[in-house]
């Protein structure tokens, strides 16, 4: 694989296992600079000594809790702080299938696949902007297709649905419309955005399922590494350069939702999340 990535930083959240462990490997191959911001960063380490020992590149961990807003803001001070760049943040980690509250009281999809990243990014937003050109890549979901309008109440209340998988498709319509709306407002800098749908993948984002259906579901699904391939177009390719704020499939620009394309709701969601976060602002359109 062509070493094309040196001197180019990447943080990817939840790089420690399925698609972000894939994707993390993927680009540490091609000779770029990886901090993994993870929350179990034992198990992190260990999965960055076998990057490092196999690619040789610069690989750290970072500890990360997305369902944690102090342990967010905590993390990002801290890259923030350093002499080194950010060039690109791939905000990989996830969960689904799950129910309850975030630290901070709010719905546990939401606040960990949404909101978390939101704060996450905001506060990377200057050193994004001071290591330009740089990206930030979202992983969202087909599944936002199958997700309604916002109830705001609810998302300040534990999961309401018995499975999860309502809460799970409104944070992935969380997602793409943040990258949207960021997109609108970074229009003045040489920061790109983009969200994606990975693929039906077999990763560790169903280990919640009974282990009879995890091997059922997982017979029709794509492996780690080709669900990798479309973050890892956003992230590094040459023919993404200049796109920004579009949503991917097999890397491709697609056509998200309806929803998904609501500008209204999309600025409505970022009003919303940076009043609940207390999050820097860039300047809107």
């Not at 979901?141 to 300040?156: T, V």
């Not at 534990?158 to 949207?180: D, H, M, Q, W």
């Amino acid at each position: 694989m062509a070493r094309d990535l040196d001197g180019r930083t990447f943080v990817v959240t939840g790089a420690s296992a399925g698609i972000g462990r894939a994707t993390a490997s993927a680009l540490a191959e091609r000779g770029g600079r990886l901090v993994m911001a993870c929350r179990d960063v034992d198990k992190a380490g260990a999965v960055a000594a076998q990057i490092r020992s196999a690619t040789g590149a610069h690989v750290e961990v970072v500890g990360l809790d997305l369902a944690d807003l102090e342990s967010v803001r905590r993390c990002a001070g801290e890259l923030a702080s350093r002499a080194e760049p950010v060039h690109v943040l791939v905000n990989n980690a996830g969960i689904a299938g799950v129910r309850g509250v975030t630290r901070d009281g709010f719905e546990l999809a939401f606040g960990t696949n949404h909101l978390g990243h939101f704060l996450w990014t905001a506060l990377l937003l200057d050193k994004l902007a001071e290591s330009a050109p740089a990206r930030i890549v979202h992983v969202a979901s087909r599944a936002h297709y199958q997700a309604e309008r916002p109830d705001w109440s609810a998302l300040r209340a534990p999961t309401k649905s018995r499975t999860g998988v309502a809460e799970y498709r409104l944070s992935k319509l969380c997602n793409i419309l943040f990258s949207r709306e960021l997109a609108h407002r970074l229009d003045a800098t040489r920061v790109r955005t983009y969200a994606l749908h990975p693929g039906v993948v077999a990763s560790d984002l169903w280990r919640v399922l009974p282990s009879f259906a995890q091997w059922l579901a997982k017979r029709v699904m794509i492996t780690n590494e080709e669900g990798a391939l479309t973050s890892l177009h956003c992230a590094a390719s040459a023919e993404a350069a200049h796109e920004t704020g579009l949503y991917y499939h097999d890397a491709r620009p697609r056509a998200p939702s309806e929803l998904a394309r609501d500008d209204g709701l999309a600025r409505e969601l970022w009003a919303r999340s940076e009043e609940w976060t207390r999050a820097p602002s860039p300047t809107a359109r």
